[in-house]
């Protein structure tokens, strides 16, 4: 099956070199290039069509067909169809030549899409025949370059054809008898030319299996090598003063903060590497969890690192764990901004152990920091990091526990395939008294109203925030820019300052926007994402969101958590005019929904796991059939009997596993090769 394409009879160097453009080197990826959608001719009865649904109908020509031609060269071709006890209208554009083969009395099977108003079809397909049962589903293939869909019916015929009996099962017989699958030979034949929707549906069900499986193995074969290959210090501290920490916090710990602290300080104690991610909504108290690992951490004689994205959120962790912990541990921030003779001390310090926390940006993970002793590594919105960056700060110390953060909420199927070499801890409790944002949706055309509400909150000296998504004109998007807005802004509100802050400005620059703001020297502050993480400023109020369209749930959700973070009822003003059903689904569910969980599962939902992190970095796989939305049940079931049979020895001995073994060796799995 690893053998050239051109072994197959009927395929040369040029069409080999056409199949090899889009990704078909061998027989089996030729064989297992399997279609991206299906075209239905089962025969529909009329009475059950759905308006606007595709359909293929057979009926009798029951008039003469009617041309009319529009246009240059446009035509319009309608005839008159009696389809059972119905009289219908078959509708073809740019076809006139079809006139001809028409007569009364003869039928025909026509394929298009149906209007139940109109009572007319659109018919893009004609065959002047009784309708054929066999061959009702037609399997469409993703093509390109010299290679259309016929010829790729016609190269895959080949293959099966010469080398379909050669296809071997790759799952053990215990796994297709429990699940009930198709065996694997008859589930590619049956996803190349499926007789039936149910067949369809059982080889589909085969291969999602398969493919979630192979996946998850993976998964756990890094994670038992992770926990094998990095043992630990445990980290011994004293619990008592542990707790009388987490006793003076100014506020109790939720529930949800308690368990999660609970499965950090059981890893830490654990002779093995913390491998953990914590996810918690906005405001959910993921900076106290992280406080008390960071402490207990310090009681047990070991430093600690935490790495953010940006400037702006590694000033602002600065400023909160110097008021949660800067009365017992020496904290320290380290930045590109610092600079000179403060970076020599702190790195002087550093490597002396006589600085207990470091927060900063990349530049933690450049060669001359060097620590004494690191126990705690945390990453913040990790997966804005590259994965080569987090594994050099975990390098820094000598098997350090591991803990990455995020306040995007991941759904439990997106949590369990990117980060499934990891333990996930969830904060899904919000603190008590916090007041929900209030969220509305407003045209373009309502800005003035916009505005007045916005002088409202600023008029009881309340701040807030005006998000835009470019920063300057663009031919391509017509989107208000940031700069035009700062200006709209400054003349709709004169006697109250207006910043303005994008990606543009230099990290002083920056900086001295942001403090402009936090003291109240700024009221109103127009800027582009890059307010999204972590900025807290308890006394803004409002935010409004320009072209609030072009945004995922995921991200609207992360910049309608700047605000609301005081005691004061807090507003989300979506500016906004979708074009699309998903733009005006994404804009009711951000009125109707202030958790994080929610959103994330419905942005999952709406753009697909592809774009859910807007980045291809994210690790996320890519499945020739499965969907991480549609068959999350597949892939429980799948973790479930990846991580029991990574366990077991009985998988790593038996003839039966093979196959499954053969997969990881060709994967690189098993000749050490790492996942971050």
């Known amino acids: 099956m690893d053998d050239r394409i051109t072994q197959i009879k009927g395929i040369g160097d040029e069409k080999a070199a056409s199949l090899s453009s889009i990704g078909i080197h061998n027989i089996q990826d030729l064989i297992e290039y399997f279609p991206f959608r299906y075209e239905d001719y089962e025969l529909k009865d009329l009475a059950e069509v759905k308006h606007e649904e595709r359909a293929t109908l057979e009926g009798k020509v029951h008039s003469e067909p009617v041309v009319r031609f529009y246009g240059k ?3 319009r071709l309608s005839v008159r169809l009696l389809v059972g006890k119905f009289l219908i209208t078959a509708v073809f554009f740019n076809r006139a ?58 190269y895959i015929q080949l293959a099966l054809n010469q080398f379909g009996e050669q296809i071997e099962e790759n799952l053990p017989p215990q796994m297709l008898e429990r699940y009930k699958l198709m065996p694997r030979k008859d589930a590619v034949f049956m996803m190349h030319a499926p007789p039936s929707h149910d067949g369809l549906k059982q080889a589909r069900r085969r291969f999602v299996y398969e493919e979630l499986l192979q996946f998850q193995l993976k998964m756990q074969v890094f994670r038992k090598r992770e926990r094998e290959s990095t043992k630990g210090a445990s980290q011994v501290f004293e619990k008592e003063k542990l707790d009388e920490f987490i006793e003076s916090l100014p506020f109790p710990l939720t529930g949800a903060q308690n368990r999660v602290v609970g499965e950090i300080l059981k890893d830490m104690q654990s002779d093995y590497r913390m491998n953990r991610l914590l996810q918690g909504d906005v405001g959910s108290g993921k900076t106290v969890v992280a406080a008390i690992g960071l402490y207990a951490s310090y009681l047990a004689g070991h430093q600690g690192a935490l790495m953010v994205p940006t400037e702006i ?3 602002q962790h600065y400023e909160s764990f110097q008021e949660l912990l800067g009365g017992k541990l020496n904290v320290e921030l380290l930045t590109g901004s610092v600079k000179g003779k403060k970076r020599r001390e702190i790195l002087e310090r550093l490597a002396l152990g006589e600085v207990d926390l470091l927060i ?24 804005r990091f590259g994965v080569n960056q987090r594994r050099v700060l975990r390098e820094k110390g000598l098997s350090p526990d591991v803990l990455y953060m995020t306040a995007t909420p991941i759904p439990r199927t997106l949590a369990i395939s990117v980060f499934g070499d990891m333990d996930v801890s969830t904060i899904d409790e919000m603190p008590a008294g916090r007041k929900p944002i209030e969220t509305y949706w407003a045209k373009p055309d309502m800005l003035p109203r916009v505005i007045d509400f916005v002088k409202k909150e600023l008029d009881q000296g309340r701040q807030g925030y005006v998000i835009c998504p470019l ?8 989107v208000q820019n940031a700069i035009d807005v700062h200006f709209q802004m400054q003349t709709a509100l004169p006697g109250y300052q207006v910043g303005l802050m994008h990606g543009r400005l230099s990290s002083d620059e920056k900086e001295e926007v ?30 409004v969101i320009y072209d609030a369209e072009r945004f995922g749930l995921a991200q609207l959700h992360q910049l309608r958590g700047r605000v609301g973070r005081g005691s004061e009822q807090s507003y989300c003003v979506l500016l906004a005019d979708p074009k699309s059903e998903v733009g005006k689904e994404r804009m009711q569910i951000m009125t109707e929904s202030n958790d994080g969980f929610v959103l994330s599962q419905r942005d999952l939902e709406l753009r697909g796991p592809g774009d859910f992190f807007g980045r291809k970095q994210s690790g996320l796989p890519e499945f020739k059939v499965a969907d991480l939305v549609h068959d999350y ?27 499954l073994r053969d997969y990881l060796t060709e994967q690189g799995v098993l000749s050490g090769e790492k996942l971050d």
């Open 633 to 659: 049940r597949v892939l429980e079931v799948a973790r479930n009997d990846a991580s029991a049979l990574v366990e077991s020895t009985a998988f790593w001995e038996d003839e039966t596993y093979r196959s």
């Open 514 to 543: 942001m403090e402009e703001f936090s003291t109240n020297n700024v009221q109103l502050l127009v800027s582009t994402t890059v307010v999204e993480v972590g900025v807290n400023v308890p006394n803004a109020t409002i935010m």
């Open 360 to 383: 900063g940006t990349h530049a933690l993970i450049q060669d001359e920091v060097v620590f004494e002793n690191l126990g705690l590594v945390i990453t913040d919105e990790q997966h």
């Open 471 to 478: 920063i300057e004109e663009s031919e391509k998007l017509d």
């Open 313 to 315: 959120l590694a000033e």
């Open 97 to 154: 030549f079809l006139k001809k083969q028409f007569t009364l009395g003869q039928i025909v099977t026509v394929t298009g899409k149906w209007d139940q108003h109109k009572m007319t079809l659109s018919a893009n397909e004609i065959t002047f025949s009784s309708h054929n049962p066999d061959g009702t589903i037609e399997p469409i293939y993703p093509v390109g370059g010299d290679v259309t869909v016929k010829a790729m019916k016609r």
């Open 73 to 75: 060269k446009k035509s």
